[in-house]
C-alpha cells in the first residue's frame, strides 16, 4: 500500500488549506479508516480525522468545525479541506490508512511521506 499527499505548500491565512491522499495498491473502499495527521516539533502528532469505508466522516472535535474530508473512489483519492488557518494550522501533513480512530502513532498501518504546508502571507 502506496499512499501520496499532494497540495500547496504555502497557504496564506484565513484561507483553505486542501490536499488530496493519492493510495495505490488498496482501495479507499476497503475496512479502513482512510485518515489524515499532522505533526509539528511543538504539539506532535495530532489527529485531523478520517473516512471510513464506506464514506462516514470522523473528525478531531477541536478541528471539526473547520476540517473536512470528502473521497473521489473513481481516483483511489481523499481530501482534506480545513478552512479558516491560521500560522498554528503549519505543520507536516500525513494521509494513512489506519485500523482504529483516533490514530495516536504512525507505528501502525501505512502513511504517506508527509508534506509540509505553512501558512504565512
Known amino acids: 500500500v502506496q499512499l501520496q499527499e499532494s497540495g500547496p505548500g504555502l497557504v496564506q491565512p484565513s484561507q483553505t488549506l486542501s490536499l488530496t491522499c493519492t493510495v495505490s495498491?488498496?482501495?479507499?473502499?476497503?475496512?479502513?479508516?482512510w485518515s489524515w495527521i499532522r505533526q509539528t516539533p511543538g504539539k506532535g502528532l495530532e489527529w485531523v480525522g478520517a473516512?471510513?469505508?464506506?464514506?462516514?466522516?470522523y473528525y478531531n472535535p477541536s478541528l471539526k468545525r473547520r476540517a473536512s474530508i470528502s473521497r473521489d473512489t473513481s481516483k483511489n483519492q481523499f481530501t482534506l479541506h480545513l478552512t479558516s488557518v491560521t500560522p498554528e494550522d503549519t505543520a507536516v501533513y500525513y494521509c494513512?490508512?489506519?485500523?482504529?480512530?483516533?490514530?495516536?502513532?504512525?507505528?501502525?498501518?501505512?502513511w504517506g511521506k508527509g508534506t509540509l504546508v505553512t501558512v504565512s502571507l
Open positions: 495498491g488498496a482501495s479507499i473502499t476497503t475496512d479502513y479508516y
Open positions: 494513512g490508512r489506519a485500523t482504529q480512530r483516533p490514530v495516536t502513532t504512525t507505528s501502525r498501518g501505512y
Open positions: 473516512i471510513g469505508y464506506v464514506g462516514s466522516v
